[in-house]
């Protein structure tokens, strides 16, 4: 029985290994082969099959190129942190690779939006271990978009190659990242991949606060303090789709910003009172 070593070369070798791997799918391209056959030798370690035509020490070169790209595919390059502290304390390595349970995603990261939540999590080891867990090194990411390179059991709303943006639980600055489909939604044509990863954090508590708990209905009157901020310019934007009128409060030099975002009212918070502003509004 053969259980050794590997193979390597060009097109011809590469369809002999095909043969004796005895794989289902027909690959079209040479990558694709290279692909798959590198996956099924990783997998199946102990069925490769030397060919010994081949000049030897070529041969070990090779295979050693080959036995790396067999690992890139169970490895991925991360940020990590094996100790909250300083942006120093950040270190570029290679980690493994997720892999998507039932119920998950996994995603090719394009961007990773980053929020006052990373910096204070990342300076804080008791906050690294209360989001994070305990286990080191941790990779810090909540906002993220990216595609979808792989599916776990059960998943129906998402494909292989949908665009989409979403809120991990951590480990978003990875190549590749876990994530939950209730999550997770696809991003729109007209928005970029850097915008996407710009809105889950900012957004949600805009849209919890507005939607779900005020249950906001038009002609309702709503007051957003800091429209100018990261919350605060998603709720505007949020409670006009709703059909409110919106008074937002910012710096004064923000207020055109906070206007074009569609506030009907501004309020500058260093030259007047809301209290006084809102004088006639029943505030809930
Ligand atoms: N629960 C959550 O999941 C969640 C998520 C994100 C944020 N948050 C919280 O939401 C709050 C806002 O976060 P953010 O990300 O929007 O912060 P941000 O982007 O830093 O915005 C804060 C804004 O506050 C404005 N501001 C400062 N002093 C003000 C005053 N006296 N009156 C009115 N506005 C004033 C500033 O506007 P000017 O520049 O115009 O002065 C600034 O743009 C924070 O408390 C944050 O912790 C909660």
Redesign the pocket.
């Known amino acids: 029985m053969v259980n050794t070593i590997v193979l390597l070369g060009g097109k011809t070798t590469i369809g002999v290994i095909m043969m004796f791997v005895g794989n289902g799918s027909k690959p079209s391209t040479d990558r694709e082969k290279s692909d798959q056959l590198t996956r099924k030798n990783y997998r199946t370690k102990d069925t490769f099959i030397i060919l010994t035509k081949q000049n030897t020490i070529l041969d070990k070169y090779r295979l050693h190129r080959k036995w790396n790209f067999a690992k890139n595919i169970l490895e991925m390059k991360a940020i990590v942190l094996n100790q909250a502290g300083s942006v120093d304390n950040f270190i570029y390595q290679e980690v493994e690779r997720p892999t998507p349970q039932k119920g998950e995603i996994l995603i090719k990261t394009k961007y990773v939006g980053v ?2 939540m990373d910096s204070i999590v990342r300076g804080n080891e008791q906050l690294l271990t209360h989001f994070l867990g305990e286990k080191r090194p941790a990779i810090l990411g909540w906002d993220v978009s990216g595609d979808v390179v792989a599916i776990g059991e059960a998943v129906t709303d998402f494909n292989i190659g949908d665009a989409v943006f979403t809120c991990v639980l951590g480990g978003g600055y990875a190549e590749y990242v876990v994530a939950k489909p209730e999550h997770t939604v696809h991003k729109p044509k007209n928005i970029s991949y850097q915008e996407a990863a710009a809105v889950p ?2 957004a ?2 805009a849209w919890e606060a507005l939607v779900k708990i005020a249950q906001i209905k038009q002609g309702d009157k709503v007051l957003i ?2 429209g ?5 310019h998603f709720a505007i934007q949020i409670a006009k789709s709703y059909g409110a009128y919106v008074i937002a ?3 004064a030099k ?1 207020k055109d910003f906070v206007l074009s975002l569609g506030a009907d009212r501004h309020i500058d ?1 260093q030259s007047e009172n809301f209290y006084d502003v809102l004088s006639d509004i029943v505030l809930f």
Not at 228 to 232: E, I, K, L, R
């Open positions: 929020n006052p954090i900012a949600i508590p303090h800091a100018s901020g990261g919350v605060g409060t910012s710096f923000n918070y």
